[in-house]
């Protein structure tokens, strides 16, 4: 069960005025969400009389002081029986003086905390009351981005593992959310805008659900073939044209990279391609790439015991590319867009790739492999290979790639990293718009030094400085063919300690983007 988002419209949807005081009186439901400010307050006078002077009580008793995020739940009472207010709760929420879609969102959160995990099933989000009073922030496009960002709001605080899919607890502690159904409140002016942005926004919630599911499965489920098995179903109920090859023909493509790093494990590799022509047929696809170790121990370069566990995470990129994808299907865009996937899991065994190994990519170029646990870079690389030939108008990889990622940006921003400034334009403004940030690191040519073997035509690691910058050079090395950026979500990809949990990102993001384009 996900949650249901609607629209209604309410045709003078303000609430100054006796008229429309009784138009939201006449509304049904758990809770209607009214976003308010302090020096505002008298215009609720008409809506308050309908309450039986509620909001005047809550007033005296100094519980509308207003501050951004503070909260006061008025709940239905004889009064609002007598004027045939039909809502059982009002919730106020003070907007402080900010403005800001970051100061919205952390409003927003703290509104849903209040409503979410009760008796509250059905919620009404009284839109008109929560845009700013600058312009700026009643444009078209701010609407439209604040309904994104509240449906993802709303997703995160709904989300539970395993209550949508298979439940790993014998004593299931993990109760769904009560909140079943979000609506918002529009005027009829902006219905239209209103429809297709929470239509939008719901498609966000399916995809990040997917992705966090995916991310949150243990790693003896959640295997290469699972992922492929993922990808088939999602084409059988879809737009998505799936296509899978296995190591046979991942062999025969020349893919000496990717199978270096497939090669200790008994469980086979996968090569995804999941397609969505959307656009004219002769139309260039964008095509997003993700890294899906399914589990990375590091190979014999094996990785420390502690926190190993959070290795099944080392498969987000993939995740984030099944929700994008996803979500885009269930827009049906308009546009031409493929994601792939590389699978594997990357184990020590007696037929695991040493270091030292040297292997020949699909591109032809050799590589000294010095550790193998640098092995996002190594599946990579081949799939970059691969794409040239849908000819795309843009490539965006992404992958859990390396540790130095969470040194560098800690777990706020992704890093990015491209040559091609109207790339890192766009990708930094769709991170804006859905609050799934980005930082631009560099990709200077004098990183590439620290690449160099003795032995082979580059080596897949280039020591501890800059460690993302590096990673991200040898990358590179094969989108020369194409416009081309890279995401480093190894810091965002999912939460560690007691609130463990994959956090969707960067399916915002991506969605953002490729509605933009
Ligand atoms: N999947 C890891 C990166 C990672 C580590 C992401 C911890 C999130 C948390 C990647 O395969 C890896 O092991 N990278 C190495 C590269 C190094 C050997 C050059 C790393 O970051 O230590
Ligand atoms: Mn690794
Ligand atoms: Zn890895």
Avoid at 90 to 115: N, P, Y
Avoid at 147 to 176: C, M, N, S, W
Avoid at 451 to 462: R, V, W, Y
Wanted: net charge positive.
């Amino acid at each position: 069960m996900t949650i249901q988002f609607s629209t209604k419209v309410l045709p003078d949807s303000d609430f100054k005025g006796p008229k429309a005081a009784a138009a939201i009186c006449g509304l049904s439901g758990d809770c209607l969400i009214l976003g308010y400010r302090q020096s505002e307050l008298s215009q609720l006078q008409a809506l308050d009389d309908l309450l039986g002077g509620a909001i005047a009580q809550a007033r005296n008793l100094g519980d509308l002081d207003g501050k951004a995020g503070a909260c006061t739940l008025l709940r239905s009472n004889h009064a609002w029986a007598l004027s045939r207010v039909r809502l059982k709760r009002i919730l106020l929420v003070g907007l402080g003086d900010k403005e800001s879609l970051t100061d919205f969102a952390k409003i927003a959160r703290s509104a849903l905390k209040q409503v979410s995990g009760g008796a509250i099933e059905s919620v009404l989000w009284h839109t008109a009351s929560f845009l700013g009073k600058q312009k700026a922030n009643q444009s078209p496009v701010a609407l439209r981005e604040r309904v994104h960002l509240l449906a993802q709001i709303v997703g995160d605080q709904v989300y539970r593992f395993g209550v949508r899919q298979d439940q790993f607890k014998t004593k299931p502690v993990e109760k769904a959310d009560s909140l079943k159904e979000f609506t918002f409140i529009t005027s009829t002016k902006q219905a239209s805008l209103m429809k297709s942005a929470v239509r939008e926004g719901a498609a966000l919630v399916e995809g990040m659900n997917l992705t966090k599911d995916l991310g949150n499965l243990p790693p003896n489920v959640c295997t290469p073939t699972f992922l492929a098995h993922t990808a088939q179903n999602l084409s059988k109920k879809s737009s998505l044209k799936v296509q899978v090859f296995g190591e046979k023909q991942i062999e025969a493509l020349g893919m000496g990279s990717f199978l270096a790093v497939a090669k200790g494990s008994e469980t086979p590799p996968q090569f995804i391609i999941m397609r969505h022509d959307g656009g004219r047929a002769n139309e260039e696809p964008i095509v997003i790439v993700g890294k899906g170790i399914t589990f990375d121990t590091g190979g014999i370069s094996l990785k420390p015991g502690e926190a190993m566990d959070e290795m099944k995470y080392d498969m987000c990129g993939a995740a984030s590319v099944f929700g994008a994808m996803h979500a885009v299907s269930i827009l049906n865009l308009k546009k031409n867009v493929i994601g792939v996937v590389p699978t594997c899991e990357n184990m020590p065994s007696g037929r695991a790739t040493r270091p030292g190994d040297i292997v020949k990519s699909m591109s032809g170029q050799t590589i000294e492999v010095l550790n193998t646990d640098a092995e996002g870079r190594l599946i990579l690389c081949d799939a970059l290979t691969y794409v040239e030939r849908f000819k795309p108008k843009a490539v965006i990889d992404v992958a859990t790639l390396t540790g130095a990622c969470i040194i560098a940006l800690g777990h706020v921003h992704s890093g990015l990293f491209s040559d091609d400034e109207a790339l890192v334009k766009d990708l930094t403004k769709a991170g804006h718009q859905s609050l799934d940030t980005v930082w631009r690191l560099p990709l200077d040519a004098a990183y590439q030094e620290q690449l160099k073997s003795n032995f082979a035509d580059m080596a897949n690691i280039g020591g501890r400085p800059a460690g993302s910058v590096t990673a991200a050079c040898f990358l590179s090395r094969f989108a020369e063919k194409f416009r081309w950026a890279h995401l480093d979500i190894a810091g965002t990809a999912w939460k560690s300690g007691v609130a463990k949990g994959a956090t969707g990102r960067p399916v915002p993001l991506l969605l953002s983007f490729l509605l933009d384009q």
